[in-house]
């Protein structure tokens, strides 16, 4: 039962990392579209998010193999939770869909 606990809290930590990171990109696509310094935006969200992510699963899931395998399927639940949301909200008329080609 505890081995059961623990894979269950490594997933759920999983998605809340991966809730994090897509939801960190969502926010800075949004917030860097209006600025004069997108290149910098983006570089700086990309490794500040990503730091999180690796040192989340390297404190909380990297103790065991099974762990950062539950993790990891989170992370990639968390991941195709917000592809759904993005392709609901496009859908919806709330976001511009994307473009073919670069202007």
């Not at 600025?35 to 999180?52: D, K, Y």
């Not at 690796?54 to 395998?69: A, E, Q, T």
């Amino acid at each position: 039962m505890n081995e059961a606990l623990s894979l269950a809290s490594a997933l759920i930590a999983g998605i809340m990392l991966g809730a994090f990171f897509f939801g960190g990109l969502w926010w800075t696509v949004r917030k860097a579209m209006g600025s004069e310094r997108v290149a910098l935006w983006f570089l700086g969200s990309l490794l500040l998010r990503t730091g999180i992510v690796v040192l989340g699963f390297y404190f909380i899931l990297g103790d065991d193999w099974r762990r950062l395998l539950a993790g990891l399927i989170g992370f990639i639940a968390a991941r195709l939770i917000a592809m759904r949301l993005a392709r609901e909200a496009e859908q919806a008329g709330q976001i511009a869909p994307e473009a073919g080609h670069a202007p």
